[in-house]
């Protein structure tokens, strides 16, 4: 990992993660939580069928920011996040509303068979459609591997 892909990376854990500490303010109408989901979902098929172009769009434009390229994007995603990228099973959690925008929860077991909470951010594009604006891994206590 460079340097550059380095530090986005831990910037995005770090901003990510302070969203992710704060209490729900208010939930998610049923349109926003089943389109925050299916961003996911497809992303997540994106990863598992190695299709970089369409995992790439599913990121926010901050995101794509970040990594400008799509080998750059799928080099993070393939080394920093391998539960997300090769899943062996995704359970959807709870959906909520912070301040700072809202967060899915998605419960994935990895490739090694540890579990973990992965705690997605996202945002409503201009178009109401939702991209994904980070994703904070934590290892779930409870896993046996």
Known sequence: MTS???HAFFTILLVFGIA?????SAQLGDADRDGIRTT?????AAFQRDDGAAAYGYA????QGLF??????????RSGYQP????RSVVFGEAVLTPQGPTQRVFV?????KNWVAIYSLEQQPDGSWKISGC??????GSVA
Not at 20 to 24: E, K, N, Q, R
Not at 40 to 44: A, D, K, R, V
Not at 84 to 87: D, H, S
């Open 68 to 77: 400008p390229s799509v080998d750059a994007f799928m080099a993070m995603v």
């Open 4 to 6: 550059r892909t380095r």
């Open 40 to 44: 996911i979902q497809n992303q997540i």
């Open 136 to 141: 904070t891994l934590v290892e779930d206590e």
């Open 20 to 24: 992710a500490a704060h209490p729900a």
């Open 60 to 63: 926010a434009p901050m995101i």
């Open 84 to 87: 997300v990228y090769r899943p």
């Open 109 to 113: 077991t990895g490739p090694d068979g």
